[in-house]
């Protein structure tokens, strides 16, 4: 029964066959250094028999991570290095508890580190430099406390670096390459990081201040149309009382006796004649 495959160093061309998957009883397989190509079959990558370790580096192979990688439960050495697998990191990963050593450099992967790999509290070593994740470094990394150690260099990672864990040691940390990251301690030698959240903060400040500033100018255009309503209607007020005193000034006599108090508009009754 196949237990051990070492075919390393052989300048082997073409895909790995998925019949490889039929080896049931292969605890380990080491293909690394050839010219294999092609994508990872998942009857390779889902072999649950595979124990100590799989060795797939130096290849040219392309294409993601299967998800099947999860079923590895029993494996301690992953190395898919050097190649030019892309995609994400599957978050089945986290169901590989047994696993020590992770090496994924030296190919195209991208999007965020995903928090799953702080479920793998038995890794010692994660290599996952020279890719293109992005995004900040998960808190989960520095959770792992057998972690010894870290290389997340040459990638477009940014944020502030965590505050504990394997970070307080950078001779076991490598960041380089990463121009978006600061914090950490002294010897990590990155910039100071800006106040937190710094670009939300001013936008929210920015917010309360235009909310403040629009509140204020509709509650005096308010109080402006209070005084200048309030202020009509006080003059009108006035004007209606004046002519009311005037009325009540002067008399109101009838004709009938007008005429009757003059003696019929008599001259007698001018004055100055």
């Known amino acids: 029964m196949l237990s051990r495959l070492y075919l ?65 439960e029993n494996l301690v050495n992953l190395d898919l290095s050097d190649n030019r697998l892309s995609g994400t990191i599957p978050h089945t990963i986290e169901k590989c508890l047994s696993l020590e050593q992770l090496y994924l450099e030296g190919n195209l992967f991208e999007g965020e580190i995903p928090q799953a790999l702080g479920a793998l509290q038995g890794l010692r070593v994660l290599d996952i430099s020279s890719n293109n994740f992005t995004g900040q470094i998960p808190n989960s990394l520095a959770e792992l406390d057998g972690l010894n150690y870290l290389n997340l260099s040459f990638n477009q990672l940014q944020g502030e670096i965590p505050k504990h864990g394997i970070f307080l040691n950078a001779s076991v940390v490598s960041l380089l390459g990463n121009n978006g990251l600061c914090g950490g301690i002294t010897e990590l030698n990155l910039p100071s990081c800006p106040f937190p959240n710094s670009k939300k903060h001013n936008l929210a400040v920015a917010l309360k201040v235009i909310i403040s500033v629009v509140v204020c100018a509709i509650f005096l255009a308010l109080l402006v149309c209070f005084f200048i309503f309030y202020n009509r209607k006080r003059i009108s007020t006035k004007k209606n009382i004046s002519i009311s005193s005037l009325e009540h000034q002067f008399l109101r006599i009838s004709y009938a006796e007008l005429f009757k108090a003059t003696n019929g508009f008599s001259t007698d009754n001018i004055i100055g004649v």
């Open 8 to 72: 390393e160093y052989n300048n082997l061309t073409g895909s790995i066959p998925p019949s490889l998957g039929n080896c049931s009883n292969l605890i380990d397989l080491d293909l690394s250094h050839n010219n294999l190509s092609g994508s990872i079959p998942k009857e390779v990558i889902s072999l649950p028999s595979i124990s100590i370790a799989l060795d797939l580096s130096v290849n040219a192979l392309s294409g993601p991570i299967p998800s099947e990688v999860g079923l590895l």
